[in-house]
């Protein structure tokens, strides 16, 4: 008898397929969907910060326009407290219509209120959230310290903020990933002291309880800039991904497992069972799907369910823990070859 049930952040899931955040999840139809055909779990399409700002100058402009100076800045209040009522009525909908686990998705940069809509989020019956985070490191000016400290003060509001696990969905563009990994995957009875103050003006630093992210979810796949030659003109590239682009998300699931206390959920480039088996073998507790759902339906997580099955019955691996984290680093006699960069003939057959 197989058994495929994971825990992932303290929820118990029935397998480990996730359906990634997207517009195939923005909406009760495509909940229905990928419950319907055996997801674990599945996170919401994120509500941006942008929407959440846009929808409360919205609001202060109508009021605005009417001549109403004192009940526009009133508005803009009210806007933040109101929030974007669609996205907490689908977490509401979606979370009494299917039996699935629903991970709410919450896109932030700045260090703004938004944190409040987090709170909004679990009130609404979000099993766990997702942050979305991505920062680009474009200014010339800004330290990469400083960038690394928004990513850690952006999890600390929300930790303190909602009781339900909170994983932090991540791109890999670190200088050190390794120690920002360790900083945001464990508990720590204080807070490390870093340089630029990333908890917030007067406070103590040291005095701050540092709670880890209950997930990283690892990486994320960034919209893509792209130039048409012929109109010369900047497009968007392509926002589906393929199996080749699973290796960095590999190799830092093999390298972090059992290195972090976060659970570890792999995304970008995962399409079919064998991408699957790869990344639980490297450690990712969960896998989370989006671009292979978008080219082949839903019905791709039956079938990579299927294959998962079958694969483990030829391996006589009856669950999943019996392989998970297997090729990590961790339990590897040959560490350093998961830190190999460059190519080397020997390796790769190529100079
Ligand atoms: C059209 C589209 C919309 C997406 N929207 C979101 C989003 O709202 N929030 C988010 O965290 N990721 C979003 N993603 C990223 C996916 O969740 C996923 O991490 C990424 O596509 C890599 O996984 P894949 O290779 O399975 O596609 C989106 C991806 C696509 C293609």
Same mark, same amino acid.
């Given at each position: 008898?197989?058994?495929?049930?994971?825990?992932?952040?303290?929820?118990?899931?029935?397998?480990?397929?996730?359906?990634?955040?997207?517009?195939?999840?923005?909406?009760?139809?495509?909940?229905?969907? *990928? &419950? #319907?055909?055996?997801?674990?779990?599945?996170? %919401?399409? /994120?509500?941006?910060?942008? +929407?959440?700002? @846009?929808?409360?100058?919205?609001?202060?402009?109508?009021?605005?326009?009417?001549?109403?100076?004192?009940?526009?800045?009133?508005?803009?209040?009210?806007?933040?407290?109101?929030?974007?009522?669609?996205?907490?009525?689908?977490?509401?909908?979606?979370?009494?219509?299917?039996?699935?686990?629903?991970?709410?998705?919450?896109?932030?940069?700045?260090?703004?209120?938004?944190?409040?809509?987090?709170?909004?989020?679990?009130?609404?019956? *979000? &099993? #766990?959230?997702?942050?979305?985070?991505?920062? %680009?490191? /474009?200014?010339?000016?800004? +330290?990469?310290? @400083?960038?690394?400290?928004?990513?850690?003060?952006?999890?600390?509001?929300?930790?303190?903020?909602?009781?339900?696990?909170?994983?932090?969905?991540?791109?890999?563009?670190?200088?050190?990933?390794?120690?920002?990994?360790?900083?945001?995957?464990?508990?720590?009875?204080?807070?490390?002291?870093?340089?630029?103050?990333?908890?917030?003006?007067?406070?103590?630093?040291?005095?701050?309880?540092?709670?880890?992210?209950?997930?990283?979810?690892?990486?994320?796949?960034?919209?893509?800039?792209?130039?048409?030659?012929?109109?010369?003109?900047?497009?968007?590239?392509?926002?589906?991904?393929?199996?080749?682009?699973?290796?960095?998300?590999?190799?830092?699931?093999?390298?972090?497992?059992?290195?972090?206390?976060?659970?570890?959920?792999?995304?970008?480039?995962?399409?079919?069972?064998?991408?699957?088996?790869?990344?639980?073998?490297?450690?990712?507790?969960?896998?989370?799907?989006?671009?292979?759902?978008?080219?082949?339906?839903?019905?791709?997580?039956?079938?990579?369910?299927?294959?998962?099955?079958?694969?483990?019955?030829?391996?006589?691996?009856?669950?999943?823990?019996?392989?998970?984290?297997?090729?990590?680093?961790?339990?590897?006699?040959?560490?350093?070859?998961?830190?190999?960069?460059?190519?080397?003939?020997?390796?790769?057959?190529?100079?």
């Amino acid at each position: 008898m197989l058994d495929l049930s994971t825990p992932y952040m303290g929820l118990n899931l029935a397998n480990p397929l996730v359906v990634s955040s997207s517009s195939l999840t923005g909406n009760l139809n495509g909940v229905k969907q *990928a &419950a #319907a055909a055996g997801a674990g779990a599945i996170v %919401l399409k /994120s509500l941006f910060e942008e +929407q959440i700002a @846009a929808e409360t100058a919205a609001l202060g402009k109508h009021a605005e326009q009417a001549g109403h100076t004192e009940a526009a800045e009133y508005l803009q209040g009210y806007g933040k407290e109101l929030g974007p009522q669609a996205y907490l009525q689908l977490i509401r909908d979606a979370v009494k219509t299917v039996d699935v686990p629903i991970i709410a998705s919450l896109n932030c940069f700045s260090r703004d209120s938004w944190s409040d809509y987090a709170k909004k989020m679990e009130s609404a019956g *979000a &099993a #766990a959230l997702e942050l979305n985070i991505g920062l %680009l490191p /474009s200014n010339s000016g800004q +330290q990469g310290r @400083a960038i690394e400290e928004r990513y850690y003060q952006i999890l600390h509001e929300v930790k303190t903020k909602v009781k339900i696990p909170v994983a932090l969905k991540i791109g890999p563009y670190f200088s050190s990933f390794g120690e920002v990994a360790a900083h945001l995957g464990h508990d720590r009875a204080e807070a490390p002291a870093f340089s630029v103050g990333w908890c917030g003006p007067g406070a103590t630093k040291t005095k701050i309880v540092w709670r880890k992210a209950d997930a990283l979810v690892l990486f994320n796949r960034f919209y893509q800039l792209d130039i048409d030659i012929e109109n010369l003109e900047l497009v968007a590239g392509n926002p589906l991904s393929s199996s080749s682009e699973i290796n960095t998300s590999l190799r830092w699931i093999a390298l972090l497992y059992q290195r972090v206390e976060s659970d570890l959920a792999a995304t970008t480039g995962i399409h079919d069972s064998r991408d699957v088996i790869k990344q639980l073998l490297a450690g990712a507790t969960v896998v989370q799907l989006c671009s292979t759902l978008m080219k082949n339906g839903f019905g791709q997580i039956e079938r990579i369910r299927k294959e998962l099955e079958t694969w483990m019955q030829a391996h006589d691996f009856s669950r999943i823990d019996q392989f998970r984290g297997r090729l990590s680093q961790a339990r590897s006699q040959h560490p350093a070859n998961y830190e190999r960069l460059q190519y080397i003939k020997l390796f790769v057959g190529l100079d």
